[in-house]
């Protein structure tokens, strides 16, 4: 954990990056610690749903209107740190379209499909 508060100019950025790569959302925790927010991302996107905005909604943005909703203040050096990031690089996971949270992806329907095929066609040799 940086102890420098310029560390933390490239540790937070780094750090949701690679949650977003591995598609993962962060702690509730973490976005406490940073933003002073008692919040999870579920929590986040209903919210985002709410006043009409998706994940590609600046974590800026999203940070500052919920603060405001529940009477905090962001730490000063806040948006600095955040830059360009996005709602979608801290609640990955959250994020996931619909078509593919828990869906099969369409070569892995095909896969299933081709050895149905094989499958029936082997049993019908041997019958």
Not at 96 to 120: E, N, R
Request: glycine share 4%; hydrophobic share 45%; net charge negative.
């Amino acid at each position: 954990m940086p102890t420098n508060p310029m560390e933390f100019q490239t540790a937070i950025p780094e750090y949701l990056t690679c949650m977003a790569q591995a598609q993962l959302d962060v702690p509730g925790q973490f976005i406490e610690n940073i933003a002073n927010l008692s919040t999870s991302c579920g929590q986040i996107k209903t919210a985002l749903t709410f006043i009409g905005q998706s994940c590609d909604y600046s974590l800026e943005s999203a940070f500052e209107t919920l603060s405001a909703t529940a009477g905090t203040i962001l730490p000063v050096n806040l948006t600095s740190i955040l830059g360009s990031l996005n709602v979608a690089n801290m609640c990955a996971d959250t994020c996931k379209p619909a078509s593919v949270d828990g869906a099969m992806s369409l070569a892995t329907k095909l896969w299933v499909s081709l050895m149905a095929t094989f499958s029936l066609a082997m049993y019908s040799a041997n019958i």
